[in-house]
Antibody, heavy 121, light 107 residues
Framework: QVQLQESGPGLVKPSQTLSLTCTVS??????????WSWIRQPPGKGLEWIGY???????YYNPSLKSRVTISVDTSKNQFSLKLSSVTAADTAVYYC?????????????WGQGTLVTVSS | SYELTQPLSVSVALGQTARITCGGN??????VHWYQQKPGQAPVLVIY???NRPSGIPERFSGSNSGNTATLTISRAQAGDEADYYC??????????FGTGTKVTVL
C-alpha cells in the first residue's frame, strides 16, 4: 500500500519561501510509472494543482504559479519537495502531495493527509 | 482556460439517489475523475475515467460523461456519503483542473 506523508513548517512569514517535503513509502518514486504532484486547498475552498515532478527530475507547473514554484526530487530518500517563493496570505492552504499516472488522463490515486501552512507575520 | 462547474450543494434523502453534475466545454471528450472529501481529510478517488470504481468503492457510486456534462451518481445514499465531491480532468491548455466542488447533504 503506497503512503505519502507531507512535512514542513506550519507557519511562514510573508515574502518568504514555503518549503515542504513529501515522503513516499510502500512504492518507489523511481518506478517510472507515475508523476508526483503537489495540490493545495485554501481553507473552505476548492483544490488547486500546483505542479508535478517525474523521477528523472522533469517538471511541469501550473501556469498561474509557475514563476514562484520549484519542485525537486530525491530518489535516494524516496522524497520530493515543493518550494513556493514570495508567499502572501493567499498562499495559506492545506498542501497535499499526491500520485498521478504517467499519462495525464489518469487520476490522483494516492494522497498524503495534507499539511496546513499559514502565511502570517 | 478550461473550467469545471459544479452545483454548490446537493441534498438527498437517506436511501435515495443523488446526482452531482460537472459542467465543462465538451467534457465528454475528456476523462473525468471524481473525489470524495470528508471534513479534515484528504480527497479519496471514487470514480476514475468517467465510470470506473477503484477497489473498495461501493457499487452505489457510478459515473457517466457525455456532451458538456459529467455526472456522479450515488444510489441508496447513506449518512456516511456526506462529503464534498470534486470532479477533475486534464486539459492540454490548462493542465490538471478541478471542479468547484459540491457539498452533499444526506437528510
Amino acid at each position: 500500500q503506497v503512503q505519502l506523508q507531507e512535512s514542513g513548517p506550519g507557519l511562514v512569514k510573508p515574502s518568504q519561501t514555503l518549503s515542504l517535503t513529501c515522503t513516499v513509502s510502500g512504492g518507489s518514486i523511481s518506478s517510472g510509472d507515475y508523476y508526483w504532484s503537489w495540490i493545495r486547498q485554501p481553507p473552505g475552498k476548492g483544490l488547486e494543482w500546483i505542479g508535478y515532478i517525474y523521477y528523472s527530475g522533469s517538471t511541469y507547473y501550473n501556469p498561474s504559479l509557475k514563476s514562484r514554484v520549484t519542485i525537486s526530487v530525491d530518489t535516494s530518500k524516496n522524497q520530493f519537495s515543493l518550494k513556493l517563493s514570495s508567499v502572501t496570505a493567499a498562499d495559506t492552504a492545506v498542501y497535499y502531495c499526491a500520485r498521478g499516472g504517467i499519462t495525464m488522463i489518469e487520476p490522483f490515486d494516492y494522497w498524503g493527509q495534507g499539511t496546513l501552512v499559514t502565511v502570517s507575520s | 482556460s478550461y473550467e469545471l462547474t459544479q452545483p454548490l450543494s446537493v441534498s438527498v434523502a437517506l436511501g435515495q439517489t443523488a446526482r452531482i453534475t460537472c459542467g465543462g466545454n465538451n467534457i465528454g471528450s475528456k476523462n473525468v475523475h471524481w473525489y470524495q472529501q470528508k471534513p479534515g481529510q484528504a480527497p479519496v478517488l471514487v470514480i476514475y475515467r468517467d465510470s470506473n470504481r477503484p477497489s473498495g468503492i461501493p457499487e452505489r457510486f457510478s459515473g457517466s460523461n457525455s456532451g458538456n456534462t459529467a455526472t456522479l451518481t450515488i444510489s441508496r445514499a447513506q449518512a456516511g456519503d456526506e462529503a464534498d465531491y470534486y470532479c477533475q480532468v486534464w486539459d492540454s491548455s490548462t493542465s490538471y483542473v478541478f471542479g468547484t466542488g459540491t457539498k452533499v447533504t444526506v437528510l
